[in-house]
Structure formats: structure tokens, C-alpha cells
Nanobody
Framework: QVQLVESGGGLVQAGGSLRLSCAAS????????MGWFRQAPGKEREFVAF????????DYADSVKGRFTISRDNAKNTVYLQMNSLKPEDTAVYYC????????????????????WGQGTQVTVSS
């Protein structure tokens, strides 16, 4: 099992930027793909971004392509989500998640593929 702690959320105006961080502990972080999801009030949790264990492959939801960038620093056991050109519809609680199995490179877009979750961090984008 891995423990995940997100940070970096907050209130930002439309067009602004935020960088979310997710610190991991408890197992070999570098062996596992990581993902970011978000959940807006009254909506289902949805996939945002994926990065493979080897950092060689990323994937994004269509709604954030070209605006968000996922990255990881295995030396720091941390995954990041750089969010630029934020829109009010990006408002949600953002969660990081660790793949339930190691060494996978095919993008995982379903929440059921992930075995560990952080507590979430609120992102609010004002118009």
C-alpha cells in the first residue's frame, strides 16, 4: 500500500495557473504509474492525466489536453500536475492515485485501475 498526500490547490482566476503536487510514501514509487482525477460537485470522478512508471508515456483527458502537464520526480517520490489556462469548469477536488499494479505503461483512465488515493485538494477557478 502507498500513502498519497496532495497539495497545491487553491483559488485562482480564469486564465491562471496552479501546480498540484502529490507526495508518495510506503512502497517503491518509481515502479508504479500514477494518475490524476477530479470530481466536481454533483458529478462523477473523472480521469484527468496519467503518467507511466518509466515516465515514457503520458495521457490526458481531451478537456485538459494542451493546458495540463503531468510529470514525476522519482527521486522525490512526487508526481505533479501543472495546470495552465484554467477555466471555471476545471473547478473540482483533484485526487492523485497510484496504479494497483507495477510496471504498467498503457494509460489507465478508469478509477478502478488505481489502488491507492490521496485525500484530495480543492481547486476553484473564478470567472
Amino acid at each position: 500500500q502507498v500513502q498519497l498526500v496532495e497539495s497545491g490547490g487553491g483559488l485562482v482566476q480564469a486564465g491562471g495557473s496552479l501546480r498540484l503536487s502529490c507526495a508518495a510514501s510506503g512502497r517503491t514509487f518509481s515502479n508504479y504509474a500514477m494518475g490524476w482525477f477530479r470530481q466536481a460537485p454533483g458529478k462523477e470522478r473523472e480521469f484527468v492525466a496519467f503518467i507511466s512508471w518509466s515516465t515514457g508515456r503520458t495521457d490526458y483527458a481531451d478537456s485538459v489536453k494542451g493546458r495540463f502537464t503531468i510529470s514525476r520526480d522519482n527521486a522525490k517520490n512526487t508526481v505533479y500536475l501543472q495546470m495552465n489556462s484554467l477555466k471555471p469548469e476545471d473547478t473540482a477536488v483533484y485526487y492523485c492515485a497510484a496504479d494497483s499494479r507495477p510496471f504498467r505503461v498503457v494509460p489507465r483512465v478508469y478509477s478502478t485501475d488505481y489502488g491507492s488515493w490521496g485525500q484530495g485538494t480543492q481547486v476553484t477557478v473564478s470567472s
